[in-house]
């Protein structure tokens, strides 16, 4: 079992940055592919971007070269950095776990562990 805590959520304007951060416990969270996913006001769960327990990444398409999904192995920690964020990046970020294995990656329906979300807002 994982248990998963965002925080670094906050309102920025278009163009600007955040970092959200996701440490892990438990007694086996090292054994868990993290990922992180995000629903936008209205819309559905989404993914954003998966890394695996070798470090290989996984982005959504239209995310790719403006957000980072990055892990610190001595922290128990995973990370998204956004970059040049756009009002349509506003939504809630979730950090998700699961152990590998998985098909879809980018599929919230892949996950059991998740956290309880960090709000992102976007202005223009």
């Known amino acids: 079992q994982v248990r998963l805590q965002e925080s670094g959520g906050g309102s920025v304007q278009a163009g600007g940055s955040l970092r959200l951060s996701c440490p892990s416990s438990?007694?086996?969270?090292?054994?868990?592919?993290p990922a992180w996913l995000r629903q936008p006001p209205g819309k559905a769960r989404e993914g954003v971007a998966h890394i695996g327990v070798d470090g290989t990444t996984t982005y959504a398409n239209s995310l790719k070269g403006r957000f980072t999904i990055y892990k610190d192995n001595r922290k128990n920690t995973l990370y998204l950095q956004m970059n040049d964020l756009k009002p349509e990046d506003t939504a809630t970020y979730y950090c998700a776990a699961e152990l590998p294995g998985l098909v879809f990656k980018l599929s919230p329906t892949e996950y059991n562990y998740w956290g309880q979300g960090t709000q992102v807002t976007v202005s223009s």
């Open positions: 438990g007694p086996d969270n090292c054994r868990y592919s």
